[in-house]
């Protein structure tokens, strides 16, 4: 089956679409994918909306712009790549708000919508579905690491830096599966960038690199209860925003945010069931030389780019969300007890059928 996968996730940098020809299961060929960066105007509604908890017409009003964009993005990978054939489109929508401790996650996006606009069935609401059951509702993705990983050796971990970082254990078993939130990922060094050099984000790192860490901020940031806790576990994008190194300067203050992903990713370790022969990073954050040297520095095995052995990092998880829209078709599972804490191998998603004439 044919699938679009679409992904903005908890950053607010764009739209990441990719084409993954699956039967949802083992058989995965990825295909073409592009990223859409928003509109400045539109990054802006977006932030002002995120962590509010009841709907409003502001946030009804950039769900349907969302929607229409992610349709454009649509829109182009077909028109860019011939692509005309798409049998199912996988939308997660954007999150505004997660807290699986109240029953609650929200991705803003109309599945509706976005089906009558690209002629093309569309499965969204992933997460819903696992936080009513009791699970954490994220990460979803590492079911989709597990299909690509055969040949492999392991135990191996899979990282991924986006706004917020999760880890994805893999173990030579068919069932040995983790996952959890290791902590912040690209979010906080966004927003920091943004609030004091005007920049989206920290291009390569190259603010941090210039910067010298506060050690004893690090040291604070790590006696958060969350690194206590026993995962699977969740966090939300803002759950840390209050960790905001205000005494510093932009490239120690940039240095010191970068530190403390790391020093978080570094802290999942204890958590495994046995640790793993190599590290591999995606997401935007292993664009960042400061993360990935810090990385480097903390574990005793390799830590590479996904890259390297031939996947694509800043399309992986919109590959995945197309992924997983095939196995909610199919009514197969999206989340597992050791990967949300989900009482037992469950579906979600949400099908919406575009109009037939």
Not at 16 to 39: E, F, M, N, Q, W
Not at 106 to 135: E, K, M, Y
Not at 189 to 218: L, S
Not at 228 to 244: E, G, M, N, Q, V
């Amino acid at each position: 089956m044919r699938a679009i996968g679409l992904m903005s996730g908890t950053s607010l940098d764009g739209i990441d679409a990719a084409l993954v020809d699956t039967d949802g299961l083992d058989r995965v060929a990825t295909g073409p994918s592009l990223t859409v960066p928003y509109p400045g105007d539109f990054r802006d509604a977006l932030r002002a909306i995120l962590g509010q908890t009841v709907a409003t017409e502001e946030i009804r009003t950039v769900e349907r712009r969302l929607t229409e964009l992610h349709a454009e993005a649509v829109g182009r990978l077909r028109a860019d790549h011939g692509l005309d054939h798409v049998d199912l489109i996988g939308f997660h929508g954007h999150t505004i708000l997660h807290r699986p401790d109240q029953g609650r996650t929200w991705q803003i996006g109309d599945g509706g919508l976005l089906a009558r606009l690209t002629g093309v069935p569309v499965v969204s609401d992933f997460r819903t579905a696992d936080v009513a059951a009791g699970g954490e509702g994220a990460p979803l993705v590492p079911v989709y690491h597990r299909a690509l990983v055969a040949g492999l050796a392991k135990p191996l971990a899979i990282l991924n830096i986006g706004g917020v970082a999760n880890i994805t254990w893999i173990g030579p078993g068919a069932d040995d599966l983790v996952a959890f939130d290791t902590g912040p990922g690209n979010a906080p060094i966004d927003d920091w960038m943004r609030a004091k050099a005007g920049a989206a984000f920290d291009a390569g790192g190259e603010t941090a690199r210039r910067g010298t860490i506060d050690h004893a901020f690090v040291g604070r940031f790590l006696e958060h209860a969350f690194f206590a806790r026993r995962p699977p576990k969740s966090l939300d994008r803002d759950d840390f925003a209050r960790f905001r190194p205000d005494h510093l300067n932009a490239a120690d203050g940039a240095a010191t945010l970068a530190a403390c992903t790391v020093a978080a990713a570094l802290a999942a370790r204890g958590h495994l069931p046995t640790a793993p022969l190599r590290w591999l990073v995606t997401g935007g954050g292993r664009h960042n030389r400061a993360l990935m040297d810090g990385l480097a520095a903390g574990f005793n095995v390799p830590v590479e780019p996904v890259d390297v052995i031939g996947w694509d990092g800043d399309a992986l998880e919109a590959q995945a969300f197309g992924y997983l829209a095939v196995r909610s078709l199919a009514g197969l599972p999206l989340s597992f007890p050791g990967t949300t804490r989900v009482p037992r191998a469950l579906t979600g998603g949400r099908l919406d059928r575009p109009p037939v004439f």
